[in-house]
Each structure stands twice: as structure tokens, then as C-alpha cells.
């Protein structure tokens, strides 16, 4: 198995273009999650997906929107990149709910110029 | 803004120190979780704990979880190289599905 695995590794944007950042696992896990990871703040939750079909806003959803395609891949989408998306993003899963651990992905190092 | 606090935000030991990080929530938390984070790397779970006044360990890493389930700690003894990174804990806050994340405690262990 594979677990969780992103794409691309390394971006580098101009201020307004766009881009997806895609996630996917093959664990068959119910939840998905995706976290942006700036210096000093942690991991903070931008937007998750408990299930197939349903998603919901994290702690710092603007400028991001997400598609949950099916039960193993789960979208990130930066319609008009800022400067102050420039950070590592991780996607995550869950089997079932946070209840139980999240396997991560290796990141996307995304740089906004 | 974040709800769980983790104390120290660094912290600098000599090879064989130990090395403690603690975790606040202003609620009271269904379960905590630590991770570890190797420079470069991802976050890799490393333990849950659930119940009241719970302790685990780990090898030479002890976990606790307080008696009011607001607080933890994850205590490393005879620190080595190998121990280099960041350790987050993540909290299920009661009546929520959804892990908060403290900020991290980066340790650099000095040989």
C-alpha cells in the first residue's frame, strides 16, 4: 500500500494564477483532511471531507476550495494564488473519525511569488 | 485561533538530557494524540490516549494525559539524535470529530 500520496512535491506560483493540489490513499479511510503548515503556527486545518460527498470548512478556509472526488482522492484547488499561501500543505486520513490516527502525506512545498 | 497550547516552542538539549513538552486545552478533550516530525518529513503518529490520568510508554517516551483531560505531556529520557524534530499533540475537543493541533515543540539535540 501506498497510504496517503500528493502531487505535486514542489510548486512555484505567480500571484493570481491557479492550481490543485491532489491528494490520495488507499487505505479505504472514511475522512480526508487537508492542513497548511506555516513556521512557528503548527498544522492548521484548511478544509476536511468526513465522508464521500461532504465537506466542511476548517479553521483557515479562505482563498481554497476542495472537491471530495470519490472515497479515495480528495482536492485542493487555489483559484487566484496569494503570497500568503506560500507554505507546505499535507493532506491526511482517517479511518473513520479523529477518534483514531491520521496518516499523513509527504507535503506539497508551495511557493507564491 | 488555536485552543490547544504546547509549550516549549524550541527546546536545546545535550545528548543524554531529558526533555519534557506540554499540552494545554481550555475544554475539557475526548482523546490527545502525539506526533513526531522529522525535519524535511511529515507528521507520524506516535500514540492516543483517552482515559483520565493515562500514562503510555514508549520505549525511553513516557505520555500522560491528565486527570481533567485538559492537559499532557510527552516526556523523553536520555535524549539521542535519533529524537530530532518536532512533536505535536492533537486534540479531539468533546462533541467534535476534528483534531486541534498545538503549534509544536521543535527539540535539537546537541552530540
Known amino acids: 500500500n501506498a497510504g496517503v500520496t500528493q502531487t505535486p512535491k514542489f510548486q512555484v506560483l505567480k500571484t493570481g494564477q491557479s492550481m490543485t493540489l491532489q491528494c490520495a490513499q488507499d487505505?479505504?479511510?472514511?475522512?480526508m483532511y487537508w492542513y497548511r503548515q506555516d513556521p512557528g503556527m503548527g498544522l492548521r486545518l484548511i478544509y476536511y471531507s468526513a465522508s464521500e460527498g461532504t465537506t466542511d470548512k476548517g479553521e483557515v478556509p479562505n482563498g481554497y476550495n476542495v472537491s471530495r472526488l470519490n472515497k479515495r482522492e480528495f482536492s485542493l484547488r487555489l483559484e487566484s494564488a496569494a503570497p500568503s499561501q506560500t507554505s507546505v500543505y499535507f493532506c491526511a486520513s482517517i479511518l473513520g473519525t479523529g477518534l483514531n490516527e491520521q496518516f499523513f502525506g509527504p507535503g506539497t512545498r508551495l511557493t507564491v511569488l | 485561533g488555536q485552543q490547544v497550547m504546547q509549550i516549549p516552542q524550541y527546546q536545546h538539549v545535550q545528548e543524554g538530557e531529558d526533555f519534557t513538552t506540554y499540552c494545554n486545552s481550555s475544554t475539557t478533550l475526548s482523546n490527545i494524540q502525539w506526533y513526531k516530525q522529522r525535519p524535511g518529513g511529515h507528521p507520524v503518529f506516535l500514540i492516543q490516549l483517552v482515559k483520565s490520568g493515562e500514562v503510555k510508554k514508549q520505549k525511553r517516551l513516557t505520555f500522560q494525559f491528565g486527570e481533567a483531560k485538559k492537559n499532557s505531556s510527552l516526556h523523553i529520557t536520555a535524549t539521542q539524535t535519533t529524537d530530532v524534530g518536532t512533536y505535536f499533540c492533537a486534540g479531539i475537543m468533546g462533541g467534535s470529530y476534528i483534531p486541534t493541533f498545538g503549534r509544536g515543540t521543535s527539540l535539537i539535540v546537541h552530540p
Open positions: 487505505m479505504n479511510h472514511n475522512s
